[in-house]
């Protein structure tokens, strides 16, 4: 035992020593673009920024609020990207512009949202306000603080499932170069925590199946990724999936049907252990938690409207319109998000080359990892993970339009962000599918140090 020790105590050292590195990338990242002058963003970075000026005196924002002076202050300031100029005259006054001159007409909307990002956000925020950086750089160099825990946890997940040191980090790099990463964390935006919340569920997992963790908090951490923000239903969809078809496989594997009819059965239960970590759970356990998953997204969902409904307005709300759904048009809500996964906040076609470049190739690359898992005999629980990816990419966007019709009266066209939870879950695939080779390991670390040096000029 004391042999061992040694090498357990450097391997714990290494992995020390990337973590840091993830987290001195990450904040290098978001800093050298909060760093240059830039316009707000228009995926709503002012509504969150608005909440995020009245929080803590003001934690819940309520429907039919307005941004307040100092937000419009900051628009009139930076402008708003691709639509608004900086007005210096303003800018140097107190005085704003009328009300219905500022995107939404100054209607906030973030009362959508529990104010949990926002708090976290917050905190984050602190030290960067107490270094002396200006109000909007402090609230954006809050991102670095969830990318970095997002590519922190992507590593873990990948050294749990017993991957090399080099194709986590390379994963974590990928993740931090990432045009998804550049929208969602050098801005202020609750997107930045899809990434997080992604990566969590998906080392939280991977742990379930080695029994580090209990089913009860699977469960729970599914609740509090919904709270966050709605669309991580999209990686809790996932995981349900995959413990659903987990389920029908050790059904088959017990009665000796797997073999029979030519199928392969890898997958993780606690009455037969496994020599790579891996239990495999009975079929009632698997079902049992994937239960419990819904049901987290379904209590997460009602629990937060019905606070919202007995939360008194602030004025009236602003009327939402849509497009007229049509059958075409949800179906192709099933496809919207397997190409361009990766591409952010705004449609490529509004990108920069560098952008496109990054989007593309990172998009095809999770593409084609996700479908290698389900052809080759993967690791566990590989197989049954990249089920729940397609299954819930191909599905759960027809399912969110049909729901925000139902609930909002109106349809739209499904950003491709709202799967960006997914993005971490395709990164483990990419670093699964790798050989376990330093040459190949190497490589996948180039890509990810290259994509990280390419993302910088996103936005030039």
């Known amino acids: 035992m004391s042999s061992t020790s040694p090498n357990a105590r450097s391997r714990r050292y290494r992995d020390i020593v990337a973590i840091l590195i993830l987290l001195l990338l990450a904040c290098g990242f978001v800093g050298a673009q909060v760093a240059q002058s830039r316009p707000i963003s228009p995926v709503d970075e ?25 937000t419009r202050h900051l628009i009139d300031c930076h402008g708003m990207m691709f639509s608004r100029a900086p007005e210096p005259e303003r800018c140097a006054g107190t005085q704003t512009a009328p009300l219905e001159s500022y995107p939404r007409e100054s209607f906030s909307g973030v009362d959508i ?13 602190r030290p960067f306000v107490l270094a002396g950086l200006d109000t909007l750089s402090a609230l954006r160099m809050a991102g670095a603080v969830w990318l970095a825990a997002a590519a922190i946890l992507l590593y873990v997940a990948t050294r749990r499932l017993g991957l090399d040191r080099m194709r986590g980090f390379a994963v974590g790099a990928l993740l931090i170069g990432s045009v998804p990463a550049w929208w969602s964390a050098t801005f202020v935006s609750t997107d930045s925590a899809l990434l997080t919340v992604g990566a969590g569920l998906v080392l939280a997992a991977i742990a379930w199946w080695q029994r580090a963790v209990p089913s009860w908090l699977l469960c729970v951490l599914g609740l509090l990724a919904v709270w966050i923000k709605f669309q991580a239903v999209f990686i809790v969809g996932a995981l349900a999936v995959a413990l659903i078809w987990s389920a029908g496989a050790e059904w088959l594997r017990r009665r000796g049907l797997t073999r029979r009819m030519g199928m392969h059965a890898r997958i993780g ?26 049901a987290a997204v379904l209590l997460a969902q009602v629990s937060w ?7 008194p307005a602030a004025g009236p709300t602003p009327v939402s319109t849509g497009d007229v759904p049509t059958t075409g048009a949800l179906l192709s809500e099933s496809g919207r998000f397997v190409w361009d996964l990766m591409a952010g906040s705004v449609p490529m076609e509004n990108m920069n080359p560098v952008s496109q470049v990054l989007a593309w190739a990172g998009s095809i690359l999770l593409v084609v990892a996700a479908l290698v898992q389900l052809i080759i005999p993967a690791e566990r629980p590989l197989r049954a993970l990249a089920i729940g990816f397609w299954v819930a990419i191909l599905t759960l966007g027809p399912l969110i339009a049909l729901s925000n019709i139902l609930v909002e009266g109106y349809y739209f066209a499904l950003p491709s962000r709202y799967a960006m939870a997914l993005v971490p879950l395709g990164l483990v695939f990419v670093a699964a599918i ?6 190949f390991g190497a490589m996948l670390l180039l890509g990810g140090v290259t994509a990280a040096a390419l993302s910088l000029g996103i936005g030039q």
Do not use: C
């Open 46 to 70: 002012h509504v969150y920024v608005d909440a995020l000026l009245k929080f803590p005196q003001h934690p819940v924002i309520q429907r039919g609020e307005l941004i307040n002076d100092q």
């Open 113 to 125: 949202y529990t104010p949990i990002y926002v708090a976290v956000t917050w905190i984050a925020s």
């Open 269 to 294: 239960s606690h009455t037969r252990h496994l020599d790579d970590g891996f239990t495999e759970p009975t079929p009632r356990r698997y079902l049992w938690t994937a239960a419990g998953m819904a």
């Open 305 to 311: 409207l019905l606070i919202r409904a007995v939360i």
């Open 434 to 439: 790798l050989p376990r080779s330093r040459f």
